[in-house]
């Protein structure tokens, strides 16, 4: 289930509540009481991975599988480049 960020408009009260996207949005304040609850568009990533079994590597460090390309002809210092064709 998707994390909430509320924010009211009276008091500037915040709130992270974790909902499901049917439910209803929150308009009454939790601290002042009002109807100004409003739920905020959230500038930082809403994707977190936590536990075990997961790691940097599995997704983003995965290294390319395309082949190392071959130097140019007659780029090898000793003339007789094994890449050359």
Do not use: H
């Not at 939790?30 to 790691?55: D, M, N, P, Q």
Request: proline fraction near 7%.
């Amino acid at each position: 289930m998707p994390t909430y960020q509320y924010r009211c408009r009276n008091c500037g009260n915040e709130l992270e509540v974790v909902q499901k996207m049917t439910d209803t949005p929150l308009t009454t304040c939790t601290k002042c009481e009002k109807e100004t609850f409003e739920r905020v568009i959230s500038a930082e990533g809403g994707f977190v991975l936590k536990g075990s079994g997961f790691y940097g590597t599995d997704y983003c460090g995965k290294k390319s599988s395309s082949p190392t390309p071959a130097p140019a002809a007659g780029s090898c210092s000793t003339g007789s480049c094994p890449f050359a064709k």
